[in-house]
C-alpha cells in the first residue's frame, strides 16, 4: 500500500485509476486486493527469509553449536575487562572503545549474537562517553544510557566522560558552551548517572570544570550514605580551561550528591586537592599534575596510608619557600613508591621513608644522600634524572649507590647534551656498578638524539657484565650477570630510514650473541621501534 500511496503523488486527482487505493473495510477493487494480496507475500516471504538465515547460522555459525556459556566467555575476550586502571589507555584508544561499542559490534552479527550480548551483564558494565562540542545524539544520550546500564545489572560500574584532547582539534570545542545541545545533552547524561553512583567502582573524568561541580548537585535523587559507595579510583581532569571565558579563574569543586566517597587511587589535575571532597585516609594510589611543593607535602600527610605518590611541581614554584608549618620532617611509613617529576627541589628535605623502594627523582644526587641515610630504606629501584649525573660527577653518583646495595634496577632518564660522549661515560661507570650493586638486574638508559650521535654501539657488549665465575676459594662472584639492557632515544627528530639508527653489522652479531645468552637487550626510537629488529632486517639477519 506504501508504494500506491507513493504513486498517487505523481497523478492528478483526475488522472487517479482507481477510488479505493486506501485501505478501507469490505472494499472489493481488484486492484486494491493484488496489492493485500502482494505486501502479505511480502511480510511472509521476510519472515520465511528471517527464519532461513537463522537456520543456516545455526548450522554453520560454530558459536551456536557451543554453550551459551561457553560462547559467552570467547566475547568478553573482546571488550577490554574491567579493572582499576580499565581506563589508561591514550586517548585514540578511547575514542574507538566510544564510538564502536563492543556489544554493539556483535550484536550487529545476528539475532543469537545479540540475544547473547543484550542478556550479558559483563558486557554494559564499562562505559565509554566521548563528549564532543558536535554531539549527534542530544538529550536522547541520557535515555540510552539508562538501558545501558541497566543491562548491567547489580555489576560493578566502570565509567569514563571524556573530551577531545587539546591534540586532537576535531571539534570547535570554543563552541561548547553552556547554551549549547551538546553541554545540555553532558548535563542530561550526568543527571542520568546519578542513581547509579552507588554502583561505580571506577569513575574517569575529562570534563569541563562546570560539569565535575555538577555531580555535587543537590536534586535529592539520593540520601547522602558514605557506607553505600564503592568507588575505589577517581580520576579528576578539567578540560578547558583556556576557553572558560563565563569564569576565568574559577576553582571548581567536585563532590557526590550521594556521599564523601573513599577512594584508594586518585589522579587530579587542573584542580586543587582541597576542592575534591573524599576521605583522604584510605588513599593508597596518588597522581597529581602540577602542585607546589607545599601541596605534595600536605598531601602526604593527609594519606597516611599512601603507597604509591607521583607527581611534578611547575618550575615556577621551584624557588617558593615552604610555609614553617610545612617544614617539620613528615616520617611516611606506608609510602613504597615516590615518583618526583619535574622541579621537586628540596622535597626530599622534608621527608623521610623508611619502606621507600622505588624512587624516581629528577634533581641532582647530593640531594640523595641525607634522605638515604636518613630514610634507611631498602631501595630496589632508582631512576636518576639528567643532572644526577652531569659530567665530573661520577664519584657522587657512585656515593649515593653506594647507600643502596639492594638495587635491581638502575635508570638514567632524558640524558641531553651534558656529555660529550655519552657511550664511553656508560663504559666506565657500568664496571664500577658491580662491586657496589651485587642484585642490579636491569640498567635502562633513555637519552637525546644529540647523545645518539656519539653512541658506539660497540660499547653496549661492555655494559654486560661476565657470568658469576668462580674464585680461588671456589665461592661465587658477589655479582650477577646483567638480565635486561634498555636504551632508548626521546625527542626523535631523525628519521630511521635514512641510515643514522641502522647498527652496524658486527657490533649487530655481538648484541644478537648477548641476546642469545639470555640478556633481554632492547633498543627503540622515541617511537618504539625496535633498532635491533631494523638492523637485522637491513644486514638480512633474521
Known sequence: MDHVHGEQNRFPAKLIPCTHTERRSGSSCSICLRVEKLNRNVVDAVEQL??????????????????????????????????????????TAKKHH?????????????????????????????????????????????????????????????????????????????????????????NETINALYRYIPQIRVLHLSLAGPQ?????????IAKPDDSNLILERLFIDVELREWSWEFPGKCYKFSLEAGTPSPTHLSFREIDFQDIHIHWEHIINLEASQISLQSALRLLRLAPQMQHFKFNIPSD?????????????????SLT?????????????????????????????????????????????????TRAYVNNQMDTLLATLRRTPLLTRLSFNHCTEHFDDFSSFLARFYPKLQPLLPHLRFFQVSCSPTLFRHFRWS???????????????????????????EVTFTNDSSSSEDGAHVIDRENLLRIMGLVRDGVEI???????????????EIHNLN
Open 522 to 536: 632492547e633498543i627503540k626510537d622515541r617511537e618504539g621501534l625496535d633498532l635491533i629488529t631494523l638492523s637485522q
Open 459 to 485: 660499547d653496549i657488549p661492555l655494559m654486560i657484565p661476565p657470568a658469576p665465575q668462580l674464585s680461588d676459594s671456589n665461592e661465587q662472584v658477589v655479582w650477577q650477570p646483567l638480565h635486561q639492557l
Open 337 to 385: 613508591s615516590l615518583i618526583c617529576d619535574g622541579d621537586s627541589g628540596k622535597f626530599l628535605h622534608f621527608i623521610t621513608c623508611p619502606a621507600l623502594e622505588k624512587l624516581s627523582y629528577g634533581p641532582g644526587s647530593v640531594d640523595l644522600h641525607t634522605f638515604l641515610d636518613r630514610s634507611a630504606c631498602g631501595l630496589k629501584d632508582l631512576t636518576l634524572g
Open 50 to 91: 528471517s527464519v532461513f538465515l537463522e537456520q543456516v547460522n545455526c548450522q554453520y555459525d560454530p558459536l551456536q553449536r557451543l554453550p551459551v556459556e561457553l560462547a559467552i566467555s570467547i566475547f568478553l575476550y573482546l571488550p577490554r575487562p574491567p579493572s582499576l586502571d580499565v581506563f589508561d589507555v591514550t586517548f
Open 212 to 220: 565535575i561541580e555538577r555531580f555535587g548537585r543537590k536534586l535529592g
Open 98 to 186: 566510544a564510538l564502536r561499542p563492543v556489544p554493539f559490534l556483535l550484536g550487529s552479527v545476528c539475532r543469537y549474537w545479540r540475544r547473547i550480548v543484550w542478556s550479558t551483564p559483563q558486557f554494559w558494565n564499562v562505559l565509554w562517553l566521548y563528549v564532543r562540542a558536535c554531539d549527534p545524539m542530544g538529550v536522547a544520550r541520557g535515555r540510552m544510557l539508562s538501558e545501558w546500564l541497566d543491562r548491567s545489572g547489580q555489576l560493578p560500574l566502570y565509567v569514563c566522560m571524556f573530551m577531545p584532547d587539546n591534540t586532537t582539534h576535531e571539534h570547535h570545542l570554543s563552541s561548547y558552551d553552556s547554551q549549547s545541545v551538546a553541554w545540555k545533552s553532558t
Open 317 to 333: 614554584d621551584y624557588y617558593h619557600e615552604v610555609h614553617p608549618s610545612h617544614s617539620s620532617d613528615i616520617i611516611h611509613h
